[in-house]
């Protein structure tokens, strides 16, 4: 008789810890949302790292339906801080976003929002590059320019035309 008194006595033991337990992986997450904007997944990646996978879930749900989380919102200012730091490819702002967690749907909506000019980043990362390559013979440079490119995420046509046209008078 004793053993089903103390299974009772360890349920409301851990029932009663578990808000406890929300309440500090709460006020971790809000630290963490204070700092910058997350995606659902980072958030809870970095909340794994001290709190119950049960907990983090009934956080991250209460987050979002507080509308203090949004993958959405995050990838918008992700996408707008990473432009603005480096020029870039759509396919490389699709990678780094899946690679913290951003569904496609969510990816493709703030994309159109968004909506970067990717000519000019192309152009813009491509000039960059050059002014570092200007020591080189022009197919080295060639080689070096497109591999940058294809890194930053840029289409291999495009790529392929913008090095042309700038090195065009490059120096053989």
Known sequence: MAAPDKTQNVKA???QAIPVEQK???EAALKLLARR???RHELGRKLARRFPTEVIERVLDRLI??????DRRFAEVFIRDLLRRTPCGLRLIRRKLAE???S???VEAVLEAVTPDETYQLETA?????????SLKRDVAARRLLSHLKRRGFPRGPAQSVALELLED???
């Open 100 to 102: 913290r967690g951003v």
């Open 37 to 39: 904007e997350h995606s």
């Open 24 to 26: 500090k992986c709460f």
């Open 13 to 15: 033991a851990v029932k």
């Open 65 to 70: 339906g507080e509308k203090l989380l949004d």
């Open 104 to 106: 496609e749907d969510d």
């Open 170 to 172: 490059w120096p053989a």
């Open 126 to 134: 491509a000039r960059e590059k050059l002014a570092q390559l200007v």
